[in-house]
């Protein structure tokens, strides 16, 4: 079992920065691949970053690639998520994942609660 929390979502303008953070339990931690996936009122939930269990593989969303990026401290058991030169579009609910497979796919076993993140323009 798994429990995930994230934190530092808010209020950012366009072209600003936040730093997501997500604290896992358990002490198998560095045994799950990560996700990030963020979520729309009405819209389906979408991937936008995971690493594996090592750290030595990342994959993100076309639309966050060169702004946004995935790490984890494995000793912490923490994924993080840098978000750079945001834009209005990146507003949503961002939620961590985890499961065994590192997928792009909302296929994960285990999931936080979610973080607002909002963008004015």
């Known amino acids: 079992q798994v429990q995930l929390v994230e934190s530092g979502g808010g209020l950012v303008q366009a072209g600003g920065s936040l730093r997501l953070s997500c604290a896992a339990s358990?002490?198998?931690?560095?045994?799950?691949?990560m996700g990030w996936f963020r979520q729309d009122p009405g819209k389906e939930r979408e991937f936008v970053a995971a690493i594996s269990w090592a750290g030595d593989r990342t994959v993100y969303a076309d639309s966050v690639k060169g702004r946004f990026t995935i790490s984890r401290d494995n000793a912490k058991n923490t994924v993080y998520l840098q978000m750079n030169s945001l834009k209005p579009e990146d507003t949503a609910v961002y939620y961590c994942?985890?499961?065994?497979?590192?997928?792009?796919?909302?296929?994960?076993?285990?999931w936080g609660q979610g973080t607002q993140v909002t963008v004015s323009s």
């Open positions: 358990g002490r198998t931690f560095n045994s799950y691949a």
């Open positions: 994942a985890a499961d065994r497979v590192l997928s792009t796919t909302p296929t994960y076993n285990y």
